[in-house]
């Protein structure tokens, strides 16, 4: 049996996306085999298509971060889901398949009567808020932050996550999308006319406990600046080194070493930490089964509402890219690529 992928052959643009037909792989021992069901669209594939961040997947590979599907074949000896289970799994790449062949370790159970597409667009999004409010910055009740791309899928996440934790939100925003901000519970900083750090330096304490900053670049000394004895700078992105679709790899060279590196040098009780959602696999092994379940049954439960922009197939993956790269879409684009 044959079975479709979109693949990376080369980097380049979201032309170089291909949908490809192999023959469907058995899974090995400790594999399971998964029919997605529903596979997000993130920042991150376009990253790694692009070539901004190094050490990517072997090309030609399939992106896609996360995957939600159904347990189809089990590998020799694996204690896994049942055939027919419905999981969810964060993996480097793969999910722009129609199957995905995954360590069965990865597989999170999908809640009893949560959509697929809806799981999809939470998964990375609501899993790295997490890990990065409570693991990473360890914000407490009270505690004050502050999130750069407030109104993106992760920056969503950061408000309606922290509004559970009683965590107050200053959220960058373009104007347009303050709104989107303050019905989520945070308050919007304009930044096409407002300086971030002015805004902070005029709160009580003049700094907060933690900055999550996906933007990357000089931003990412700024961002620090803005941070109080204590608390700490998490960078997790660097929007700022993709310019008109390339990479710009001085952009991203300056945000990690100025940002990032030489903070780490100076004694004022201030941290830095470039996050990803692997970070804490070796010191933390069992976060990720627990902080992706905590976030699935935040869902279950009603409690966050992941925005789901648009569904789209297979092979519309390339429009799927350029309608990120151009913030087409508000809300997580979600790939559907499961044939019945
Ligand atoms: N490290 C990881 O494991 C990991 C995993 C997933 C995602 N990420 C990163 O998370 C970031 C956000 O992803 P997402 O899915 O939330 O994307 P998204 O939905 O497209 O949101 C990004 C938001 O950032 C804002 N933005 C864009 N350029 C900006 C700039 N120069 N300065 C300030 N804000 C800017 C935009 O909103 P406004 O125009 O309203 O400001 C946009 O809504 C990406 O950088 C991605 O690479 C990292």
Redesign the pocket.
Known sequence: MRYRHVSVPRLGGAEVLRLSSDELPAPAVGQVRVRVLAAGV???DI?LRAGVIPGGPKRPFTPG?DLVGEVDQVGPGTRAPAVGQRVVALVRSGGYAEYAIVPANRLVPLPEGVDPVEASALA??YF?AQQMLHRVARVRRGGTVLV?????????AFLELAALAEVTVHG???G??ADQVRRLGGNPID?DTEDFLRVVRGLPGGAVDAVFD???GR?FLRSYQAVRRGGVMVG?????ALRGGKPDLLVGAQGFLGGIVLPKLLPDGRRTMF????SLEKSQPAAYQQDLATVLELLQKGLVSPRVGRTMPLDEAADAHRA?ES?AVGG?IVLVPARA
């Open positions: 993130s920042y991150g990253l971060y990375l999004n790295i750069h791309g407030a109104s993106g899928g992760v920056g969503t960058t925003v373009s347009a999308r930044r996906p933007v990357g931003h997790y992105g660097q929007n700022a996050y990803n959602a692997w990120m913030a997580k």
